[in-house]
């Protein structure tokens, strides 16, 4: 029997439900108004007040990306290939050291659990330089699986 593609409209707790086990994304920025888009696999997760979190480095073409134009395009993925995603439209800011320091605990915790080392995770992070891009879910589209049409399902 084929496998029937799905399209499941959601609402924001059931959002973030299936976001919260979901770690791999692809984050699409806009470059500058003639280079068209610019995109990257990401690793993310949900921090407590229902954003997307992703780690990455100040020098980055997607951070420089949301500096000037904070709308983003998130796809989330299944660990699975074949599993379910989701796109997302938000509103991306990016956040700096030293000030990001508690974001970047929050990022960990909501990806990894508990750290056995705080201060040495902490260290590790403005040692790396890191920055934190923090994306507010404006609108979303259905959770969707790839497959065959439902017509085609016999």
Known sequence: MPKIATADLVDRPQLLEFLKTRHHG???THRSTTDGLQVSPVSCGVDTQGR???????QRAKVRNARRNPHVTLCVLSDDWDGAY???DGT???LDLPEALEDFVEYYRCIAG???DWDEYR???IRQ???LLRVTIDTWGPIATG???PELEQ
């Open 86 to 88: 989701v796109q997302i």
């Open 92 to 94: 991306a800011e990016v």
């Open 114 to 116: 508990e750290h056995p």
């Open 123 to 125: 260290a590790a992070m």
């Open 129 to 131: 330089g890191k920055s």
């Open 52 to 58: 997307i979190v992703i780690a990455t480095y100040p």
């Open 26 to 28: 692809v984050l699409i």
């Open 147 to 149: 497959g065959f049409p």
